[in-house]
C-alpha cells in the first residue's frame, strides 16, 4: 500500500509535466495585466487630483483611451463608480482629431511611432494627456506612467507642468509631492 502512493504520485506529475510551460506563460501574462491594471486604477484616480477649467460644474467625467486599448475592460468596469460625484464615461479613439469630448486622454504604446504629431495635435485641445510610453513626459505629455528602472517593476508618475499649465491644468499639491516632475 504505501508503494502505491507514490506511484500514484509518479504518475500524477508525469501527467501535469506537459502542463508546466503553460502555467508559466499563465502566470507571465497574469503579470502584464497586473501592470495594466494598476495602471488603469491611476487613471481612473487621476481627474481626482487634477483641476482642468471646463471641470467648473461638470456633472461628467469622459476618460478617453487613442490607440490599441492596453486596459482590457478595465476601465470600463472602474467606470461604473462616479468620481466624486461625476459620471464616467470611457471611450475609445482612431485618432487625435477624435478628444471632442474627451477630459483625459490616455496615449496607448501603439501611438508612439507618430508621438510628436499626436501631441501637436492633442495640444490644440484643452484636456490631460497621460501615457506609458517612455520618454513621454519629456516628450511635451502632461503625465507619464514609468516603470521604474530599479528593476522592482513599481510605477513612477512623471509629470510635466509646464505642459499642463499651456492648458490651464493644475496638479493637486498631494500628486507633486508623489510625482517627478520633468520640464
Do not use: W
Not at 38 to 49: D, G, M
Not at 149 to 161: E, H, M, P, T
Amino acid at each position: 500500500m504505501a508503494s502505491t502512493v507514490p506511484m500514484t504520485l509518479l504518475a500524477l506529475l508525469l501527467m501535469l509535466a506537459p502542463l508546466a510551460p503553460l502555467a508559466a506563460r499563465a502566470q507571465a501574462a497574469a503579470g502584464a495585466v497586473s501592470e495594466y491594471a494598476v495602471k488603469s486604477a491611476l487613471l481612473f484616480k487621476l481627474p481626482r487630483f487634477v483641476y482642468l477649467p471646463r471641470f467648473e460644474g461638470g456633472t461628467s467625467v469622459t476618460l478617453c483611451v487613442l490607440g490599441q486599448n492596453p486596459f482590457g475592460g478595465a476601465l470600463e468596469k472602474l467606470a461604473q463608480t462616479p468620481i466624486d460625484g461625476r459620471a464616467v464615461q470611457v471611450r475609445k479613439l482612431a485618432s487625435a482629431g477624435e478628444v471632442g469630448e474627451c477630459d483625459f486622454v490616455f496615449v496607448a504604446a501603439s501611438e508612439a511611432a507618430h508621438l510628436k504629431a499626436t501631441l501637436d495635435k492633442l495640444g490644440e485641445q484643452p484636456v490631460v494627456t497621460v501615457s506609458d510610453i517612455e520618454g513621454f513626459a519629456s516628450a511635451g505629455g502632461m503625465v507619464e506612467f514609468a516603470v521604474n528602472k530599479d528593476g522592482g517593476g513599481s510605477l513612477a508618475v512623471l509629470i510635466n507642468r509646464k505642459a499642463a499649465q499651456a492648458q490651464s491644468v493644475k496638479f493637486n499639491a498631494q500628486l507633486l509631492r508623489l510625482a517627478r516632475i520633468v520640464e
